[in-house]
């Protein structure tokens, strides 16, 4: 494999498959492929409440092979992992709050979908190299900041549980089968093309469209809980050098960003740059203060060791170009998946 400092060259004309292909990460993951000149395959459920959307690849959708179907499905994923040469594997269910109202489709998008995938890579692509979109949440509560790999798994909500099965079976596959993988735990992504239309995926993506829509930004207790967040064209170059070096195999790496900021701050940053909204400061609703980790950033060393990756995005130019990309294309954002593009 290439020299994971300069990915770029590794991927022209490789055949490359994105899972959850149309959602926010794995959008901008298949977009970048694009411009690099890889042979690019997508699938996506479009599930309803979930981030998959048609107009996040609409302008390079002739350049991309396009598959609606659920990752769970054997036969479908039989068939697409054959002669791909790279998998990102980015289907999941990410919302914390829905996985602790409905486990059971947390278990199956979050363990049965990465299971699927790496049998159908063990029986019919072994050679595959698979980067899986892992989560901070697996680590739960943190013992001391900022938090890196060797800190416990212990995560608070079905989600974290699953996440964390699920990047298992990954390692698994990789030291027992000999199916190339690894996992990124990815702290707080955050970028255009993200799920703005309900708050239960990510607080990050809500608070902008807040911001845009010139309402008020509910920050729960003090606003004094810490988070770090990277821009999400970090995190497709972050993917994209996983998947181009061998030096990541068998591995967990953190992936998270330049800045570490207290809502309250970032509430302020965020009606700075957009120039509207404003802040309105609410208890915790029970619901989440029982599964919350309070505050969290981590440190990406290993990863920048391992591939050289480093964020460059920092936070105030990361909203800003967030901010800029919703007030142009709100409207496809608000709208049903199904009804933001032309069919594949």
Known sequence: MTNASSP?????????????????IGSTVARRLVDLGAGVTIVDSLLRDAGGNRYNVADVADRITIHIGDVCDASLMNDLVRDREVIFNLAGQVSHIDSMQDP????????????????????????????????RQVYGRPDSLPVD??????????N????????????VYNNVFGVRACSLRLTNVYGPRQLIRHNRQGFIGWFIRLAVEDRPIQVYGDGSQIRDFVFVDDVADAFLRAGATNACNGNVFNVGGLEHIGHRDLTTLLIEVAGSGRAEFVPWPAQKKAIDIGSFYTNSDKFTRATGWRPTITLREGLRRTVAFYRQHMAQYLAEPEAAGPPS
Do not use: W
């Not at 770029?8 to 926010?24: I, K, P, Q, S």
């Not at 278990?107 to 979109?133: D, I, M, Q, W």
């Not at 790999?149 to 079905?158: A, Q």
């Open 8 to 24: 770029n060259r590794f991927y022209a004309g490789r055949r490359v498959l994105v899972t959850g292909g149309l959602g926010f």
């Open 104 to 135: 059971y489709l947390d278990l199956e998008a979050n363990c049965r979908s990465p299971l699927t995938l790496l049998e159908a890579c063990r029986h019919h692509n072994p050679g595959a190299k698979v980067v899986f979109a892992g989560t």
């Open 149 to 158: 790999e060797t800190h416990p798994v212990r995560p608070t909500d079905i």
């Open 160 to 171: 974290g549980v699953n996440k964390v099965a699920g990047e298992y079976y990954h390692l």
